[in-house]
């Protein structure tokens, strides 16, 4: 589904943002964040939906850790989050790329899952905002890398 799809326009979105804004103006803010998400997960997994559990392990890896991080915040969880977020990045952008310069034959192919990049990088955002908070670093432009 597209965003500029009728499908989307006149029959997703409806549903999901009146579900959600009913919720909310109901003082029910949390079941409305659930409906939200939900509805995110579906539109995901539209397109494709043998990607959600990639999409959902990769989200409960990250929140278990990124709990982890802000009770007890050191750089080597912060280094395995961001290896294996970057490590799946890499595999299904690069590995048959890969396996086709290393002579294995082009026979082989990973099929993108949608957004990866972005969820990825959203993901090592969440896992970096307990480190940069414990800094100091966190809602200012002083950082190590400016």
Not at 34 to 55: D, E, K, M, T, V
Not at 114 to 140: K, N, V, Y
């Amino acid at each position: 589904m597209l965003f500029n799809s009728d499908a989307f326009i006149f029959g997703f979105l409806p549903v999901v943002l009146l579900g959600f804004l009913a919720l909310a103006r109901a003082d029910r803010r949390r079941l409305g964040v659930a409906a939200l998400a939900l509805g995110s997960l579906a539109f995901y997994s539209w397109w494709n939906p043998r990607h959600l559990p990639l999409l959902l392990g990769s989200i409960a890896f990250n929140y278990v850790l990124g709990a982890r991080l802000r009770d007890l915040p050191r750089r080597r969880w912060l280094a395995l989050g961001v290896a294996v977020d970057l490590g799946l990045l890499g595999y299904f952008k690069y590995a048959g790329f890969g396996l086709e310069v290393m002579g294995f034959g082009s026979g082989f192919s990973v099929v993108l899952p949608l957004a990866i990049s972005f969820f990825t990088f959203q993901q090592i955002a969440f896992l970096w905002t307990p480190i940069a908070a414990r800094c100091g670093w966190a809602g200012s432009s002083s950082t190590p890398f400016s």
